[in-house]
Nanobody, 127 residues
Framework: QVQLVASGGGLVQAGGSLRLSCAGSGRTFMRYATGWFRQAPGKDREFVAV????????MYADSVKGRFTISKDNAKNTVYLQTNSLKPEDTADYYCAAAPSVVATTIPVSFRAYDYWGQGTQVTVSS
């Protein structure tokens, strides 16, 4: 069983930055690929970024590439999403999720691959 707690959201002006955190519990959390998704009001859930459980492989949505960075700290059982140069269209609830991975480099982008989800943290970017 894996439990995830997302935090770090808030209100920021366009061009600003936030660091989102996803703290995981369970001895095997670091053996899961961890992804970030977001959902804006009235829109579908959208893939943002993912990091493999080895930490060596990452992938980003085109809309955030070059602005967001995903990383992990195994000692703290935490995955981070550093969001820079934020835009109003980044406004959404951000969710972290964990997907079981047999292969260390697995980076699933479909939400259907994820078994565990955090509660979400709200990011609001004002123009």
């Amino acid at each position: 069983q894996v439990q995830l707690v997302a935090s770090g959201g808030g209100l920021v002006q366009a061009g600003g930055s936030l660091r989102l955190s996803c703290a995981g519990s369970g001895r095997t959390f670091m053996r899961y690929a961890t992804g970030w998704f977001r959902q804006a009001p009235g829109k579908d859930r959208e893939f943002v970024a993912v990091i493999s459980w080895s930490g060596g492989t990452t992938m980003y949505a085109d809309s955030v590439k070059g602005r967001f960075t995903i990383s992990k700290d195994n000692a703290k059982n935490t995955v981070y999403l550093q969001t820079n140069s934020l835009k109003p269209e980044d406004t959404a609830d951000y969710y972290c999720a964990a997907a079981p991975s047999v292969v260390a480099t697995t980076i699933p982008v479909s939400f259907r691959a994820y078994d565990y989800w955090g509660q979400g943290t709200q990011v609001t970017v004002s123009s």
